[in-house]
């Protein structure tokens, strides 16, 4: 609970909230939000703050505005529209209003944004001729290393909060710069064990989402494993080509296997499942293995004990193909 309370309080809301109702959500000049099945309606001051501020309010050109887009201005709505009234004389530029503040006061955008320490700004904001700029987000951002920030335990299955999963047992993390990082889930590696290799695809290939994406193989089984979403590999993990059983110490973390971009980000993870479906999921699918098991070796413990690591190995009468048409969908 104390976790949940922490992070309730750094979602990129004012420091100003109070308990509401269903009925509050738009009628005033505060902002509904719904956490957990209770609306909490925020109110912006001058003290607000944000973990995740957009460049046009840290340029002074918006009241309040939190990123909701990953800090992919490239795909943002808010970011074309702010441009558009620029283009029209309407206002400034969040550069040209950046380039108002004497030398030493012009921030870098990616500490204006949070994303990295205070660093000045060397080219007067002209992004495109910036090689940090490049470097930050083409190599620093997406290689940085990523870590749940809450983990869920079904039954002896980890399950991470903000990440999106497939019913194929893969999972999906958009990052920032509105990168896809991809996976399979800690299911799977409990249930097949750990991998001799795994055929990863090279980078530029365009996977389809619910569509083949790579291959698992144990000894003389192999396994097709569905993409979660849809797009174009950027990078591909190449830890996990010579040693896929980093995946089975850490699935979602150095486990990872690949990067994505895709042209509408939010779309492509609304058909996968977020914090609350994918606990009941994992609950379902636990139930289902449970009952495999029984039908091969007999009834379960009644003590409320935890399933094994690499179940396959130590039950090979489950079946490899049984087990990955059940729960990998192949």
């Known amino acids: 609970m104390t976790t ?30 719904v956490f957990g099945g209770q609306v909490w309606m925020v109110r912006p001051d001058q003290q607000a703050k944000t973990d995740n501020p957009c460049i046009w309010m840290q340029a002074g050109l918006a009241r309040f505005k939190n990123c909701n887009n990953y800090y992919d201005c490239n795909t943002c709505k808010y970011d074309h529209g702010m441009l558009r009234k620029a283009a029209e004389g309407k206002q400034l530029t969040w550069q040209d209003s950046l380039r108002m503040r004497p030398s030493m006061h012009r921030v870098c955008r990616h500490s204006l944004t949070n994303r990295i320490e205070n660093r000045i700004c060397a080219y007067n904001y002209e992004c495109g001729h910036c090689d940090f700029d490049q470097y930050f987000e083409d190599v620093l951002s997406p290689n940085t290393r990523s870590v749940p920030f809450e983990v869920h335990q079904v039954k002896g299955f980890a399950v991470p909060v903000d990440y999106h999963f497939h019913n194929g047992h893969t999972w999906a993390r958009i990052e920032s710069g509105g990168y896809i990082r991809i ?11 750990k991998a001799d290799a795994l055929d990863l695809p090279l980078m530029g290939k365009e996977l389809d ?18 993409s979660p979403v ?10 996990m080509r010579e040693n896929p059983q980093i995946a089975n110490e850490d699935p979602y973390g150095d486990g990872w296997l690949f990067l994505i971009r895709t042209g509408d980000i939010k779309k492509s ?3 996968l499942m977020s914090e609350g479906t994918s606990i009941n999921w994992m609950n379902e699918e636990v139930g289902q293995l449970e009952q495999m098991i029984e039908e091969v070796a007999g009834p379960l413990a009644a003590d409320g004990g935890l399933l094994q690591t690499d179940i396959y190995g130590n039950l090979p009468e489950l079946g490899w193909q049984n087990l990955t048409k059940r729960f990998l969908k192949t």
């Open 209 to 226: 989402p619910d569509r083949v994406g790579w291959g698992m193989r144990r000894k003389d089984n192999l396994a097709d494993v569905l």
């Open 183 to 193: 996976g399979i889930d800690d299911f799977t590696q409990k249930v097949f064990g």
């Open 4 to 33: 949940k309370e922490n992070k309730k309080s750094h979602v990129g809301f004012g420091s100003t909230y109070r308990k509401g109702a269903h009925r509050d959500l738009g009628q005033g000049q505060e902002i509904g939000a």
């Open 230 to 239: 849809g797009g174009v590999i950027t990078d591909v993990n190449q830890k």
């Open 269 to 271: 993870v609304k058909a």
